[in-house]
């Protein structure tokens, strides 16, 4: 295990049992990434290989997408679209500066020697303040998995926040957001709530147990201006091997019925998670983050 004090707290690098080049990085015994420096091409968390199928899904397999990750951690997903697209051109914005460069140590981009991936930039600031910064449809994929522990900050839940993701966006871009929840949902269907106001079409990914809500976990939505690849995302989600589901149209709006959207004016933050859902074990397999 490796540690080291950051601006967010205590970083934890735990080696994985069952992958040889794998780890885990935990904030203050939170867990934030799982990544195998030798298969960038493997997601280890339910929620990641959600936003993986997103970013198979945005364009034509294989050809260069421009994304923009909102939350670095340990930049896996960022890993993904380099290893599977070729040649696209990323950034990737994470406010806490000494864990990118504890990041860039320990979990480099380059492995036995190989050439450090091109087209990845990683940006130190605000992940709002920088997204109000990008040029208008200069994204296909924007991807929001802002946690700062186990929570997202208010001003980045916000109807302003989604609307200067809109703006950044192509579109037939797709805006991916992790959202952490529990019983009753209440923070979810606000989310959703939100997004639907904004754009033309939206979905919700989760496990089954977290959409009827009885238990704390991670739920993706998915937004965009245009056409989302509803049957092919739906396909792959209940083909993971902890199958997920999927709901959009009339069931995504009876799901958030009566829920009113988040407005700066009204901010909410996404709320804490049991104490008992970061209780984990080294050679364990965290599901949420």
Same mark, same amino acid.
């Given at each position: 295990?490796?540690?080291?004090?950051?601006?967010?707290?205590?970083?934890?690098?735990?080696?994985?049992?069952?992958?040889?080049?794998?780890?885990?990085?935990?904030?203050?015994?939170?867990?934030?990434?799982? #990544?195998?420096?030798?298969?960038?091409?493997?997601?280890?968390?339910?929620?990641?290989?959600?936003?993986?199928?997103?970013? %198979?899904?945005?364009?034509?397999?294989?050809?260069?997408?421009?994304?923009?990750?909102?939350?670095?951690?340990? @930049?896996?997903?960022? =890993?993904?679209?380099?290893?599977?697209?070729?040649?696209?051109?990323?950034?990737?914005?994470?406010?806490?500066?000494?864990?990118?460069?504890?990041?860039?140590?320990?979990?480099? @981009?380059?492995?036995?020697?190989?050439?450090? =991936?091109?087209?990845?930039? #990683?940006?130190?600031?605000?992940? =709002?303040?920088?997204?109000?910064?990008? &040029?208008?449809?200069?994204?296909?994929? #924007?991807?929001?998995?802002?946690?700062?522990?186990?929570?997202?900050?208010?001003?980045?839940?916000?109807?302003?926040?989604?609307?200067?993701?809109?703006?950044?966006?192509?579109?037939?871009?797709?805006?991916? #957001?992790?959202?952490? %929840?529990?019983?009753?949902?209440?923070?979810? &269907?606000?989310?959703?709530?939100?997004?639907? =106001?904004?754009?033309?079409?939206?979905?919700?990914?989760?496990?089954?147990?977290?959409? &009827?809500?009885?238990?704390?976990?991670?739920?993706?939505?998915?937004?965009?201006?245009?056409?989302?690849?509803?049957?092919?995302?739906?396909?792959?989600?209940?083909?993971?091997?902890?199958?997920?589901? @999927?709901?959009?149209?009339?069931?995504?709006?009876?799901?958030?019925?009566?829920? &009113?959207?988040?407005? %700066?004016?009204?901010?909410?933050?996404?709320?804490?998670?049991?104490?008992?859902?970061?209780?984990?074990?080294?050679?364990?397999?965290?599901?949420?983050?």
């Amino acid at each position: 295990m490796i540690r080291q004090r950051t601006d967010s707290g205590l970083a934890e690098l735990v080696p994985d049992p069952d992958r040889l080049h794998a780890w885990t990085l935990l904030i203050d015994r939170i867990p934030q990434s799982h #990544v195998d420096l030798e298969d960038p091409g493997y997601l280890e968390f339910e929620y990641m290989r959600r936003l993986g199928h997103l970013a %198979d899904l945005v364009a034509a397999p294989g050809e260069p997408i421009r994304v923009l990750h909102l939350g670095g951690g340990g @930049l896996t997903l960022a =890993r993904y679209v380099a290893a599977t697209r070729p040649g696209s051109w990323q950034v990737a914005v994470e406010s806490d500066a000494a864990l990118v460069e504890f990041v860039r140590q320990r979990l480099p @981009l380059s492995q036995g020697g190989r050439r450090p =991936r091109a087209g990845l930039r #990683v940006r130190v600031g605000d992940a =709002r303040a920088i997204l109000e910064q990008a &040029k208008a449809g200069s994204y296909d994929l #924007v991807i929001a998995d802002l946690f700062a522990g186990a929570t997202t900050a208010a001003h980045l839940t916000s109807a302003e926040f989604d609307a200067a993701t809109a703006r950044t966006l192509t579109e037939r871009g797709i805006y991916a #957001v992790n959202i952490g %929840d529990g019983p009753p949902l209440a923070h979810a &269907k606000s989310r959703v709530a939100t997004a639907t =106001r904004l754009f033309a079409q939206a979905c919700l990914i989760a496990d089954a147990a977290v959409l &009827k809500g009885r238990r704390f976990g991670n739920l993706v939505l998915a937004a965009s201006r245009g056409e989302l690849p509803l049957a092919d995302l739906e396909r792959r989600v209940v083909a993971d091997p902890l199958p997920g589901r @999927l709901i959009h149209g009339t069931e995504l709006t009876r799901f958030a019925a009566g829920a &009113k959207p988040i407005t %700066d004016a009204s901010p909410q933050a996404s709320p804490a998670p049991p104490a008992s859902t970061f209780g984990i074990r080294p050679a364990t397999r965290p599901t949420t983050r």
